[in-house]
C-alpha cells in the first residue's frame, strides 16, 4: 500500500517567493498533520485537519503560512511570502481517527531552502 | 506545554552491542510511539504502546511503557548497521489533545562496524 506521499522533495527559492507544499495522505485516514523539522526546535505541529476540517492550527507560525484541505485525498501547505528563517523540512502525517489508536505515519518530507 | 526528556541525546557504539534509550515526562501519557528516522526521509513507527506496563517486541526492539505512565524505553539488542538512524519518542495525553503528540528530541544513535 502507498504511504504518504509528499512533493516536492526538495525546494529552493528566494526570499519573497510563495511556497506550495503537498501532501496526499494515506488512502482511508482521516487526520493530517502538517509539522516543521530543524536542528534547533526538532519536530513541531503546525496545524492538523479531522475529515477535511482544521482542528488546530495554533503552531502555525505566523500568517505567512496557510494550510487547506480540500478533499481527503490532499493538502496543502503554503508560505506566502517566503523567508530565510522557513528553511526546514516539512513532513505531512497521517492517521485513521478512532478511539484509542494515535499512530501517525509520516510522508517523507519536503526540504525547503529558503536563500 | 509538556516535554519529553528523552537520554541519552547521542550514543557512539559497537555493532553487536545492545542498546537502551529512554523518555521521561513530568506528567502523564496514555500511548507512547517510537520512530525511527534514517537520513532525508521522514519517521517511521517502530512501536506502540497503550497500556502502563506494557511490554511489546518488535523483532531486535523491545519497548516499555512505564508503569507510572510517565516513562518509557527502547532497547534494541546485538546492534546492526542498518539500526543507525534517529530515534524519537513520542507521547498523547489528555493535556496535551487527544489528537497531539508531544515529540522527544531525539536519541542519534552511531554503530562503529
Known amino acids: 500500500d502507498a504511504g504518504v506521499i509528499q512533493s516536492p522533495r526538495h525546494e529552493v527559492t528566494e526570499m519573497g517567493q510563495e511556497v506550495t507544499l503537498r501532501c496526499k495522505p494515506i488512502s482511508g485516514h482521516n487526520s493530517l498533520f502538517w509539522y516543521r523539522q530543524t536542528m534547533m526546535r526538532g519536530l513541531e505541529l503546525l496545524i492538523y485537519?479531522?475529515?477535511?476540517?482544521?482542528?488546530?492550527d495554533s503552531g502555525m507560525p505566523e500568517d505567512r503560512f496557510s494550510a487547506k484541505m480540500p478533499n481527503a485525498s490532499f493538502s496543502t501547505l503554503k508560505i506566502q511570502p517566503s523567508e530565510p528563517r522557513d528553511s526546514a523540512v516539512y513532513f505531512c502525517?497521517?492517521?485513521?481517527?478512532?478511539?484509542?489508536?494515535?499512530?501517525?505515519?509520516f510522508g517523507p518530507g519536503t526540504r525547503l531552502t529558503v536563500t | 506545554g509538556q516535554q519529553l526528556n528523552q537520554s541519552p541525546q547521542s550514543m557512539f557504539i559497537q555493532e553487536g552491542e545492545d542498546v537502551s534509550m529512554n523518555c521521561t515526562s513530568s506528567?502523564?501519557?496514555?500511548?507512547w510511539l517510537w520512530y525511527k528516522q534514517e537520513p532525508g526521509e521522514g519517521p517511521v513507527l517502530l512501536i506502540a504502546?497503550?497500556?502502563?506496563?506494557e511490554l511489546t517486541s518488535n523483532g531486535r526492539l523491545t519497548a516499555q511503557f512505564g508503569i507510572t505512565r510517565k516513562d518509557s524505553f527502547l532497547n534494541i539488542s546485538a546492534s546492526i548497521p542498518s539500526d543507525v538512524g534517529i530515534y524519537f519518542c513520542?507521547?498523547?495525553?489528555?493535556?496535551?489533545?487527544?489528537?497531539?503528540?508531544?515529540f522527544g528530541q531525539g536519541t542519534r544513535l552511531t554503530i562503529n562496524p
Open positions: 485537519f479531522n475529515n477535511n476540517v482544521p482542528i488546530d
Open positions: 504502546l497503550y497500556k502502563a506496563g
Open positions: 506528567s502523564i501519557f496514555n500511548t
Open positions: 502525517a497521517s492517521r485513521v481517527a478512532t478511539s484509542g489508536s494515535y499512530e501517525q505515519y
Open positions: 513520542a507521547g498523547q495525553s489528555i493535556i496535551q489533545g487527544a489528537q497531539k503528540l508531544v
